[in-house]
């Protein structure tokens, strides 16, 4: 069932600043507000319900990252005078903060950050000061990590309310990390995860995951787009699946999991490692409704001709009945579907290069 | 004493303190710890974690910008005046 009164807000961070758009209970018209943050990189944004608070990744190409957090809906923001920093002597600095993830119900306060260089931060007083995980920052293997295309970043974190003690994290180009234990310590998840641009093809680490995403009501199926292909897990990224099947390509970045359904997961593959265009020139969202075993394509709504590219964090399933899914592109437009991808309306265009799209609802 | 001068970008760290005096400090980088101590949270938005001042930060010394001295260990003597300044990206 559809939480509140139907109402999502969606937040989008771009290379601008940060905008807001907030639903009728339909999910049909969408209002505008912002930009906010101006002139600022808006990596990634999230809404903590447990303190009614909005979390923003911002950075200044002058100034460095930083947390902002806003009490009234994106409408005034305060800025973090500690935000994640790395200790002195380790010879790191926060160039980028990828990812905000608010902790699970129990653990009041706490909120993850995930950072360029790759590392895992966590507040335990909303957002205002951090404290790096000691586990990761000393793992034994960190000198041999590797940077993919976007650098070397945490991009996701996934928690689950069934799981509360389990962490699991993405780093590119090194893999999917899992700590049952509160960060407390951590392992290599990357079992027959393909790594083809190594000398060995199936390494303990040096994998290229783009994404991972989960439905909660089943926190042991992880689903994962990598570099190299399309795969899910059913206990929690011990062992990994294939599942590319029918799919036109195997590389892409964004991942979703519809939030009614939990084998329904949506990709938007990309022609590959070297172009990295939409498939014919036309960007479309494909899904299965079967965790992998068939897909189909959903780019109804969306431009004949639209050379668009999605990064990893924008695009986004809600919580509604039936699922709504959203995207935003570099060049600016947002599209929303309120019937799990199957028909595309374009809710805003000219905006800034948009770099993330999250959505709560209202 | 030395004068430090701050780009108004930074009013928000200062609550619009945009000149203020300070006893002499050994170098830069004991400058920007003790801006921190007054005005909490600016030390990070001049200098990274490392305490290595950030690449689009410019700090002159008088009129010498310290990236062509000792950067933040640019020593600092009685009567110096320090403009913290963001450079000047693109265009």
């Known amino acids: ?362 | 004493m030395i004068r430090v001068k701050l780009t108004a970008q930074l009013k928000d760290w200062t609550n619009g303190v945009s000149s203020l005096e300070m006893d002499t400090v050994p170098d830069l980088q004991s400058m920007v710890r003790k801006l921190d101590a007054r005005f909490p949270g600016i030390g990070q938005r001049i200098v990274d974690d490392q305490e290595k001042i950030r690449t689009h930060v410019n700090i002159f010394v008088n009129s010498e910008n310290s990236k062509d001295l000792q950067r933040e260990m640019t020593k600092l003597r009685d009567g110096d005046t320090v403009h913290i300044l963001p450079s000047v990206a693109g265009g």
């Open chain 1, 1 to 362: 069932m559809t939480k509140g009164d139907g109402r999502q807000v969606l937040m989008v961070g771009t290379r601008k600043g940060a905008f807001v758009f907030t639903s009728d209970s339909g999910r049909r018209s969408w209002k505008l507000s912002g930009p906010e943050l101006k002139g600022n990189e808006t990596y990634h944004m999230a809404y903590d319900r447990r303190s009614r608070t909005m979390l923003a990744s911002v950075s200044s190409s002058h100034w460095g990252p930083t947390i902002a957090k806003s009490k009234d809906m994106g409408k005034s923001w305060k800025v973090s005078r500690t935000p994640p920093k790395f200790p002195k002597g380790s010879g790191l600095s926060v160039a980028r903060i990828w990812q905000i993830k608010p902790g699970t119900d129990d653990d009041e306060g706490v909120v993850y950050a995930g950072v360029e260089p790759a590392c895992l931060f966590r507040s335990d007083d909303g957002g205002e000061k951090w404290t790096v995980n000691e586990a990761m920052l000393n793992h034994k293997t960190r000198k041999k990590w590797q940077p993919g295309g976007g650098g070397l970043c945490l991009h996701t974190v996934v928690l689950s309310e069934r799981r509360p003690k389990r962490i699991l994290i993405a780093i590119s180009a090194v893999g999917v990390m899992r700590s049952d234990d509160n960060g407390e310590t951590w392992s290599f998840k990357n079992k027959r995860l393909l790594a083809d641009f190594q000398p060995e093809k199936y390494p303990e680490f040096g994998t290229c995951v783009h994404k991972l995403a989960i439905n909660q009501s089943k926190p042991d199926t992880i689903f994962q787009q990598n570099h190299t292909g399309v795969y899910r897990s059913d206990d929690a990224g011990d062992d990994w699946k294939d599942i590319r099947n029918n799919l036109p390509s195997r590389f892409g970045f964004p991942a979703a999991v519809d939030a009614n359904e939990p084998e329904r997961f949506y990709l938007a593959p990309l022609e590959g490692d070297f172009s990295r265009i939409p498939l014919g020139g036309q960007f479309a969202v494909w899904a299965t409704d079967n965790g992998g075993k068939e897909w189909s394509k959903l780019d109804s709504g969306i431009p004949k001709t639209s050379y668009f590219t999605v990064l990893r964090d924008a695009m986004v399933t809600d919580q509604g009945e039936p699922c709504g899914l959203y995207f935003g592109s570099t060049t600016g437009q947002l599209f929303a579907s309120r019937d799990q991808g199957n028909k595309w309306e374009r809710i805003a265009d000219g905006l800034p290069p948009i770099l993330s799209v999250s959505v709560s609802s209202a």
